[in-house]
């Protein structure tokens, strides 16, 4: 696994946005898969900062999100997918038929699932796949548990999960859903390349397993060592506790 270390996440931010902007210039036909929380939020400002400036053509790339929450989806507020096309997707020049998501309330959920890892198929399957990290070490909705499901699926959020994502609720963690549909950890190694980005000293813990643990379901994303084009980019605080 590449390490990379950066000063703040600004600076992470800005090198990872040029980075996926001279990705889309050499294949315009990228397949990207994104992920969203607080930690992108910042690259997906620079990404727009790029993309009003004309550096970017989206206009054939393809996109894939890692989650989403069961119950919710387009005009709800905290749904991924409406915090995708404020971050993103109302910014850029793509069609919906280019932005893959899942839909979190699809009447068929396991349906919705294999339809899911069909749509990623055809596609082409994932280029590049941007991580975020839990302070638990999920990937997606890949919860810390005995067990971990390889392909797309729906997942029960664990309590620490739920809190994390309170802010998108009004900090009210009661009305996170407690359900979501996720990529498998198969799903996201199938990714020719993945980028994953850690930022703050929360996440210090969650990186260190990444990086030295052994491979556990405990930890999702010590799993992310069997892939061979991994890139860790941390600022100080989650690298705090690599040598
Ligand atoms: P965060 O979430 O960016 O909001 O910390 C990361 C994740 O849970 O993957």
């Known amino acids: 696994m590449k390490i990379e270390r950066f000063d703040n996440d600004e600076v992470l931010a800005s090198t990872l946005a040029t980075r996926l902007i001279d990705a889309i210039f050499l294949n315009p036909r990228l397949v990207l898969g994104l992920p969203t929380g607080r930690t992108p939020v910042a ?50 020049r793509m069609t919906p038929e280019q932005i893959g998501m899942l839909d979190g309330r699809a009447p ?9 890892e069909r749509a990623i198929a055809q596609a082409g399957g994932i280029d590049l796949q941007i991580l975020g990290i839990g302070a638990n070490g999920h990937i997606g909705f890949n919860e810390p548990g005995d067990t971990l499901e390889a392909e797309t699926h729906v997942a029960e959020l664990r309590a620490e999960t739920r809190r994390a994502n309170a802010g998108w609720f009004g900090g009210d963690t009661t009305r996170v859903p407690s359900h979501a549909l996720s990529m498998g950890l198969a799903t996201i190694l199938r990714a020719r390349e ?4 850690a930022t703050g000293a929360g996440k210090q813990d969650a990186v260190a397993g990444l990086v030295n ?9 010590s799993f992310l060592q069997l892939h061979p084009r991994v890139t860790a980019m941390l600022d100080r605080g989650a690298a705090q506790r690599l040598a």
């Open 194 to 197: 993945i980028v994953l980005m």
């Open 43 to 92: 690259l997906y400002r620079e990404l727009r900062w790029h993309s009003q400036r004309g550096h970017a053509d989206w206009s054939q790339v393809r996109t894939f999100n890692l989650d989403e929450f069961v119950g919710l989806g387009a005009g709800d507020p905290g749904s991924y997918r409406s915090y995708m096309q404020a971050a993103l997707f109302d910014h850029v």
């Open 108 to 116: 068929n959920l396991a349906a919705e699932c294999a339809r899911y």
């Open 213 to 221: 643990g052994q491979l556990t379901p405990r930890l999702p994303a």
